[in-house]
């Protein structure tokens, strides 16, 4: 059956829209030639699209020829303001930016174990509220928040948690009242780290593939078939309670210890590090197991240009990692550390075979691609599945720009119409919708 004129229009409409999002500033002539729409339909659709304040003339073709250089039509960035935020139990980060994503303002705020709850969610607040009023994006349409702990996968809320601090789930609460008209949506961090590899990072080029989260804490998003999956109950990737061997003992239905967690948390790479003799500080907002980490992949780059090798060893030592370096205690830490993750990452690997795993959060990205060889190096020994591990491209960042992405494609699909199937690839195809949190 045809569609009436009305839908035909409203599909034409997004069509139009999601092209201008995806390729930029484009004229009548390229919307047709993208589009296969007849002139007269653009004409119409550019000339009603206009006038409701989704696009405008953003400037002219540098075309040389006779008679006017052909029209620009852009969406309206500043239609629509958006604020992302990185939740951590230490902080949170946000920045505010235009329907397109362009980046406004940007702040952090630390927050301190012995911060009350009520201060705690203040100073978040006051943060979101001084970086909208800088950005001059005061009312915000849409709120992405990312945070660790578990997300109801019904009510779309931040679950409770023994772990987490309480003012986590106050702050959601204490963000919509002082911005009642935004939309905010909530995803785990590790999730939204993972949406931001896909789109603008290390997996851009993967539609399956698992993130392993080393930060502060630890934990995995697993994307299959351009899809996130987040389980039953939201707790997808929750590999902290992975048994591995190696621990004192066995994780618990209410904490971690003796899982993974034990081996590849920062405090578990802090004191592997230890045991090999290195210290450092951390670097503002990095958790010090980071600066460990980059801290010993230089010391053995150093090392390895340094340092006159036979014509044969070549191959030995690339083949071979613990011949590297011999007593070299950076290289030893690398060694140990890449032989922990590769136990949890071996077991990911058995049970969803990804093709791919990123190390990913700060410590990721400091080891990058010295850390993920030995990691894989390590993996082709225990699993017998082809599998590449990439180190992480946006780092620590990864969750803002998640949070973006997700508060962008909410707007975007509120204001221009939400129909997955005419956008395939474009940042949350196929995923589903987050649900507001009241």
Not at 362 to 376: F, H, K, T
Not at 397 to 407: F, H, I, K
Not at 411 to 417: H, I, N, T
Request: glycine share 12%.
């Amino acid at each position: 059956m045809p569609a009436s004129p009305s839908t035909a229009r409203v599909i034409n409409d997004r069509l139009a829209l999601r092209l201008l999002q995806r390729e930029g500033p484009l004229t009548a002539g390229q919307l047709k030639q993208l589009t296969g729409l007849s002139r007269p339909t653009v004409a119409d659709l550019v000339e009603r699209l206009t006038a409701s304040g989704l696009i405008e003339v953003a400037g002219e073709t540098g075309e040389q020829r006779r008679g006017p250089n052909a029209k620009l039509y852009d969406i309206v960035a500043g239609r629509a303001h958006l604020a992302a935020l990185d939740v951590r139990t230490e902080g949170v980060a946000v920045l505010v930016s235009d329907l397109v994503g362009r980046v406004l303002a940007e702040g952090s705020v630390p927050i301190g174990d012995d911060t009350g709850t009520g201060t705690a969610v203040e100073r978040a607040v006051t943060l979101v509220e001084r970086a909208a009023k800088e950005a001059g994006a005061d009312p915000l349409h849409t709120l992405g928040i990312g945070a660790p702990g578990l997300i109801d996968p019904v009510s779309g809320e931040l679950r409770d948690s023994s772990g987490l601090p309480e003012w986590h789930r106050r702050l959601v609460a204490a963000l919509q009242e002082r911005f009642p008209d935004a939309r905010a949506h909530v995803e785990n961090e590790t999730n939204l780290a993972a949406l931001a590899e896909q789109h603008e990072g290390c997996a851009r080029d993967r539609d399956t593939f698992v993130l392993l989260w080393l930060g502060h804490g630890i934990g995995a998003a697993v994307v299959l078939d351009g899809g996130l999956r987040r389980g039953a109950s939201g707790g997808t990737g929750e590999i902290g309670f992975l048994p591995v061997p190696g621990t004192d003992g066995l994780p618990s239905a209410t904490g971690c210890e003796g899982g993974f967690h034990s081996l590849a948390g920062s405090a578990a790479i802090t004191a592997l590090a230890a045991e090999h003799g290195l210290t450092a500080r951390a670097r503002a907002g990095e958790p010090v197991a980071a600066e460990l980490v980059r801290q010993a992949v230089d010391a053995v780059r150093t090392t390895d240009a340094d340092r006159p090798l036979p014509d044969d060893s070549t191959d030995r030592l690339r083949d071979a990692p613990a011949d590297r370096l011999p007593g070299a205690p950076a290289d030893r830490f690398l060694d140990a550390l890449a032989d922990r993750l590769a136990l949890g990452v071996a077991s990911v690997v058995a049970v969803l075979d990804p093709g791919c795993v990123v190390l990913g959060g700060e410590v990721g990205r400091a080891g990058g691609d010295e850390l993920a060889l030995r990691v894989a190096r390590r993996l082709r020994l225990m699993a017998p599945l082809p599998t590449e591990v990439r180190p992480s491209a946006l780092g620590g960042g990864a969750v803002l720009r998640g949070a973006l992405l997700t508060a962008r494609e909410s707007a975007q699909d509120e204001l221009f119409g939400s129909d997955e199937r005419e956008a395939p690839g474009l940042p949350g195809a196929g995923q589903r919708r987050m649900r507001v949190a009241r």
